[in-house]
């Protein structure tokens, strides 16, 4: 295919040159510009032909994965069931009760890598995922309703602050794996006793802001920059007191580019994490004086300061 292209080119040039010795200098522009064009249609095409298979092999490979996390499922539940069923034996040996919890805990973390590979793979067919004008404060509401226990259990302040308008255009569950995900973390990653703050408000520039702090151990600088790579971890996170897939915000880049939206994120360590997302607003809003996708959509930064 390259050679194929190659003497191609070699032939648009050589016909070029032989147009110009027998054209007047008025037409040589008009000449040049029609060669210029069917260089780059070429060029073009070519591109599309050699990359062809590197697109099939890699839509392939996604699909491969979401199909096998779909076929552990079943298995996984079944193991988790019968576990939990053990445990609830009263006369079941200490040593043996203690195996079988950090079991059921390993079943949960496998659940949840297959959970974010499953939608890792839906990201192959975006334009099957319904957008649509979504109340965010209702999806937030649940997301947080989810996670109190946990941050209960670890002695945390939870709060929430809402304006009363948060229409979103875009996908109720995608929304929900976005805060819940983000929320998640931020709870995750601070040490009892400390804070999180979530808020939910319009910029009245055509987007939402949801933005979650956390009093936590922070982002280290060589860390930020990568943390967005799918099963990308810090060092520390390794550590099974935090446990996680690395997969949880490579999914929620990839969900804020589905919706247009921009993601920042600024950190100081032993400090805390402080993640802001802006995301479009609904249709029925008034009519805004700016783009609803603007210049910079689907932009992810990261800033080592702390506001």
Do not use: W
């Not at 040159?17 to 040049?32: K, N, Q």
């Not at 055509?206 to 790579?229: N, P």
């Amino acid at each position: 295919m390259l050679q194929t292209g190659f003497v191609l080119v070699v032939f648009i040039f050589i016909a070029a040159a032989i147009s110009f010795s027998y054209t007047d200098g008025e037409d040589v522009l008009a000449v040049g510009a029609a060669i210029m064009a069917a260089t780059a249609v070429f060029g073009y095409v070519v591109a599309r032909l050699t990359l062809a298979p590197t697109r099939t092999a890699l839509v392939a490979q996604k699909q491969f994965v979401g199909n096998i996390a779909h076929e552990l499922r079943t298995p996984l539940s079944i193991i988790k069931t019968n576990t939990e069923v053990a445990l609830l034996d009263p006369a079941l040996d200490g040593k043996v009760r203690k195996t079988l919890r950090s079991n059921v805990e390993e079943l949960d973390r496998i659940s949840q890598t297959i959970n974010n590979l499953l939608s890792m793979s839906s990201f192959l067919r975006p334009e099957k995922i319904p957008f649509e004008d979504v109340d965010a404060a209702k999806v937030l509401d649940h997301a947080v309703k989810t996670l109190t226990p946990f941050a209960e259990h670890k002695h945390l302040t939870l709060t929430l602050k809402k304006s009363d308008y948060n229409v979103i255009f875009g996908n109720a569950s995608a929304l929900n794996q976005i805060f819940g995900n983000i929320i998640k973390n931020a709870i995750s990653y601070t040490p009892p006793s400390g804070s999180v703050e979530i808020s939910l408000a319009p910029d009245y520039r055509g987007s939402i802001i949801f933005i979650v702090e956390d009093t936590g151990v922070g982002i280290r600088q060589k860390d930020l920059e990568s943390i967005f790579e799918p099963f990308y971890r810090a060092d520390y996170s390794r550590n099974r007191a935090f446990g996680g897939s690395g997969l949880g915000l490579a999914i929620v880049s990839e969900l804020v580019k589905l919706h247009h939206g921009k993601i920042s994120i600024r950190s100081v360590p032993e400090k805390g994490t402080k993640v802001i997302i802006s995301l479009p607003c609904g249709s029925t809003i008034h009519e805004q004086k700016e783009e609803k996708h603007p210049a910079d959509a689907g932009e992810i930064t990261v800033d080592f300061t702390r506001q």
